[in-house]
């Protein structure tokens, strides 16, 4: 699985003009399944993000989590982030997760997410959203979490 993830002091995620999510400060997490990924992928994902120190402490260095701040998690599908650019001006999204995959795994981030997580807020799979945001620093990391490798047969 792939995630964008970006410290904010707040994010939205609008679908027609609806306001559907948002948070004050804490970490948007633009999320990607991709083919062959499961739920051990999101799981160790999510992992990851939680214990990610990316928040200053009280000397002002990045050694603190989101779960240490207490800040919230905008989680917003975005299958592309498996683009792939290398063959021409057209990105393939072939790596992506088939909607059906994505979908189960989204909802999956999400619903572990929520069990670890206080301040869980999220997009729709699928739709055309608009997100806002206010970067903080700005800090943008970008994550992935690949499944084994298992030779064709």
């Excluded at 699985?1 to 904010?8: G, K, S, T």
């Excluded at 995620?13 to 306001?19: K, L, S």
């Excluded at 795994?105 to 799979?125: I, K, N, P, S, T």
């Amino acid at each position: 699985m792939i995630a964008l993830l970006q410290r904010v002091r707040k994010a939205a995620v609008e679908i027609a003009g609806e306001a559907v999510g948002a948070i004050d400060a804490g970490l948007l997490v633009l999320v990607c399944a991709e083919r062959g990924d499961g739920p051990a992928e999101a799981d160790k994902l999510l992992d990851k993000i939680l214990k990610l120190r990316v928040f200053a402490d009280e000397a002002g260095k990045m050694n603190r989590s989101v779960q240490d701040v207490g800040g919230g998690l905008l989680v917003v599908s975005q299958f592309t982030l498996a683009a792939d650019t290398a063959g021409g001006n057209r990105p393939s999204f072939s790596a992506a997760a088939p909607a059906e995959d994505g979908r189960r795994l989204y909802e999956h981030f999400l619903a572990q997410a929520r069990a670890r997580h206080g301040r869980v807020e999220c997009g729709r799979f699928g739709a055309d959203m608009q997100v806002s945001l206010v970067n903080d620093g700005p800090v943008t990391i970008p994550m992935r979490i690949t499944a084994p490798y298992s030779a064709p047969k």
